[in-house]
């Protein structure tokens, strides 16, 4: 009877705390989900942030690729002066990429301009005098690393590896890989190539990512490495699913409510595209059978369901054959 009555008592006496376990794990796990929420839309706005982005990513991988790559010739060079060799190479690739982007600006606008105009070439020398300053700048500082000990001598592998990695993230090559991709008309990627190329070229990165980070477990950098898979892998796959991949898949799935036209079909057709004026190589096929560019055709969809043609509301038209 004692051992009943003490049974009772304890079980008595926990029972509003069990009562209160699930409350407290409900108040856990919501507050995990706001926080959850509140990093990751904190990241989403570092990643499109993408000079930033892109200099962090870089410099991590530079870094690794400065151990595994450059063979130093103090075997006890600190961890320190080859993070300084790091941010040399990456000075020496932004003025580079600083060089593209103006070429291309200049022709964007030579492309954009209604009227001819003479060129500017106050322009020209201002832009002319930007790049040497700034391989000055690069050029300085490789001469002030040499007097504190610290040689940039860059070998073959590392430049070529860091380069193709360089390539791949700045924001500038992003945007004009897959315009240079459209002028080959890959029908199987049916104009989405803004979102096929940049998602192929963060598979590219995160490949790399992983395999330099893992050469580097033991190296001078263990320490950091946590840190370095955060921006070359972690933050990347980030980029590639919800930037690239998630708009993919929702293209391609406006894109299944039209029938994919054959070779035949669009020879048979034999016109251009009342969209774009263009000729057709690839095309899709409307419910009131008319053809249309895929890119063209969604670009229509953003305004509204009626056919440029026709202007019969495409739902209208799938009904009625119903």
């Not at 075997?75 to 060799?85: D, R």
């Not at 050029?139 to 860059?154: A, K």
């Not at 409510?257 to 035949?264: G, H």
């Not at 009131?288 to 369901?305: A, E, I, V």
Request: aromatic fraction near 14%.
């Amino acid at each position: 009877m004692a051992s009943f009555f003490y049974t009772t008592e304890s079980t008595e006496s926990i029972n509003p705390n069990i009562r209160c376990c699930p409350l407290l794990l409900e108040l856990l796990l919501a507050i995990r989900t706001e926080i959850m929420e509140e990093i990751h839309n904190m990241e989403q706005s570092f990643i499109k942030l993408q000079t930033i982005y892109g200099f962090a990513s870089q410099l991590s991988f530079f870094m690794l690729c400065e151990q595994l790559l450059n063979k130093p010739s103090n075997s006890n060079q600190k961890v320190e002066k080859n993070i300084v060799v790091a941010l040399s190479t990456t000075l020496f690739y932004s003025v580079f990429g600083y060089f593209v982007t103006r070429v291309r600006e200049i022709c964007q606008g030579s492309r954009t301009r209604t009227r001819p105009r003479s060129p500017s070439y106050l322009n020209y020398l201002k832009w002319i005098c930007r790049i040497a300053v700034e391989w000055a700048k690069a050029i300085i500082i490789v001469l002030c690393l040499r007097d504190q000990g610290i040689h940039y001598e860059p070998q073959l592998p590392y430049t070529i590896v860091t380069f193709t990695y360089y390539l791949m993230t700045e924001k500038v090559f992003i945007e004009m890989f897959p315009l240079f991709i459209e002028n080959f008309n890959i029908n199987k990627l049916e104009n989405l190539e803004h979102l096929y190329i940049p998602f192929f070229m963060n598979v590219t990165v995160i490949v790399a990512g992983v395999f330099v980070a893992l050469c580097s477990l033991y190296s001078n950098y263990s320490n950091f490495i946590f840190v370095n898979v955060y921006f070359m892998v972690y933050l990347r796959v980030k980029d590639a699913y919800h930037n690239y991949w998630e708009v993919l898949m929702a293209e391609r799935e406006a894109y299944s409510s039209f029938q994919v036209a054959s070779p035949k079909e669009i020879q048979e057709w034999n016109d251009i595209c009342a969209v774009c004026l263009n000729s057709m190589s690839n095309a899709r096929i409307t419910p009131c059978n008319h053809l249309f560019h895929p890119y063209c055709l969604k670009q229509c969809m953003k305004q509204s369901f009626l056919c440029p043609l026709c202007k019969q509301h495409f739902l209208d038209v799938v009904t009625h054959e119903k």
